[in-house]
């Protein structure tokens, strides 16, 4: 009944949320007769939508330590994703867009994210549509798998690879990746990759 109030609240309908999620207007009728649940995904969408806690569109008190009395981090992107609209962690805001994240532990406002373009490190397991967080002013380590810009005339290519000092050397099933020396050839290490993303 929480749910059915707090749309009323902020001039939503059945058919409005029928929309919004959208379901057939017959399984909101179910969720509001208790005979369906609200899914986590579902919650959060309207969450979003509406501008308020998780939690409180669940029904549950705040701060209790349930882990859904925020809604999701947004992280921007570096560059606009290709896939965009097609992958469900991506939500487009004021002409921007941003990675969805539940977990924001360890990630601080120079976050951001990046979908991978090439197959310049398939064999390491990172592969193109793959979505990597990475983090402004973090210094980047032999050995770490890196993103950093590589100049050619008047723009720069962003690139990921591995860092072996002095040089970021690709890990492919292609040879068309060659290593590139950070000294030598107009190339510019931003920072490390912290996580890796594979949406299905």
Do not use: W
Not at 156 to 182: C, D, Q, W
């Amino acid at each position: 009944m929480h749910l059915k109030q707090l749309l009323a609240k902020h001039g939503l309908t059945q058919t409005d949320l029928a929309h919004l999620l959208g379901r057939d207007k017959s399984v909101i009728t179910n969720l509001f007769q208790g005979k369906r649940q609200l899914k986590a995904q579902e919650a959060a969408l309207i969450a979003r939508h509406i501008g308020v806690p998780v939690a409180q569109v669940m029904g549950l008190a705040e701060g209790r330590g349930s882990g859904l009395a925020e809604p999701p981090a947004l992280i921007p992107f570096q560059h606009e994703p290709m896939q965009g609209k097609k992958l469900p962690n991506v939500v487009k805001k004021e002409g921007k867009f941003f990675l969805e994240v539940d977990e924001t532990a360890g990630y601080s406002t120079k976050a951001y994210a990046l979908e991978i373009s090439d197959e310049a490190m398939n064999m390491a397991g990172i592969l193109p549509g793959d979505i990597i967080i990475s983090e402004m002013d973090r210094p980047c380590k032999s050995g770490q798998v890196v993103v950093a810009q590589h100049y050619q005339g008047r723009g720069a290519k962003t690139i990921v690879r591995k860092y072996e000092p002095p040089f970021l050397m690709a890990h492919s099933t292609s040879t068309g990746f060659a290593p590139l020396n950070v000294k030598q050839d107009d190339v510019r290490l931003v920072s490390p990759l912290l996580k890796l993303i594979r949406i299905f």
